[in-house]
């Protein structure tokens, strides 16, 4: 098989692509980013790329499966209109290019609360991005919605005091469905799934990616 993967250098990313590269059924692992990641493997191909230019990159959108995890928050955007240009504008683009040039399934990292209707911004944003790429009309499509992430090495403090929060919750046994996941858990059921055969569109929410 050959992987497609847009958000490499973010925290699942680079678990994503680091157990890609790893995994037998693999045979090429090609990585769209705006540097370079610095990494040497035989099966891994890195094309450095604008993502706001398409027409660079668009011959290289042809293989098995397409993993979209790429993403920002607002305080590294910088405003709302940054952050849907990276988070919406580039992961549809790229999907609808994979889409075009016959990638058969597509892997969405969404988010827990993903809602277009929703009047909170990011849940709206990722909400909007999920329907859009329904309408493409994969043959396969996963669409993943983790609750809280676990980032090795982070240095985000809000992050950190959720994650506590959530976890002293979860151990008197509530709001289980927020558990927190570490990226490489994510990581390992996105592959799971790239190996199925399972046509059509499927959910893969907190407790189906912790199945795996």
């Not at 929703?118 to 909007?128: D, E, L, V």
């Not at 002293?168 to 996105?190: C, D, H, W």
Request: glycine share 6%; with cysteine.
């Amino acid at each position: 098989m050959i992987a497609l993967v847009i958000g490499a250098t973010g925290a699942t990313g680079k678990d994503l692509v680091a157990q890609l590269i790893q995994d037998s059924a693999f045979e090429k692992v090609r990585i769209f980013v705006r540097k370079s990641m610095q990494i040497q493997h035989p099966k891994l191909e890195e094309i450095v790329v604008d993502f706001a230019k398409l027409s660079d990159w668009a011959k290289y959108l042809h293989g098995d499966v397409a993993f979209a995890c790429l993403g920002t928050t607002l305080k590294q955007a910088g405003s709302k209109e940054v952050q849907w240009t990276i988070d919406y504008d580039y992961q549809y683009s790229f999907a609808k290019l994979a889409k075009e040039n016959g990638v058969p399934h597509f892997i969405l990292l969404s988010a827990y609360g993903a809602n277009e209707n929703s009047t909170i911004f990011y849940s709206k944003m990722k909400g909007k991005l999920e329907t859009a790429i329904q309408k493409l009309q994969f043959s396969q499509l996963d669409i993943f919605k983790p609750g809280v992430l676990i980032r090795k090495n982070t240095n985000r403090t809000s992050e950190k005091l959720s994650v506590g929060i959530i976890r002293f919750f979860n151990r008197v046994g509530l709001i289980s469905k927020y558990k927190p996941m570490s990226t490489e858990i994510l990581a390992q059921s996105m592959i799971a799934y790239a190996k199925k055969q399972q046509p059509g569109l499927n959910y893969v929410k907190l407790q189906e990616i912790f199945s795996h």
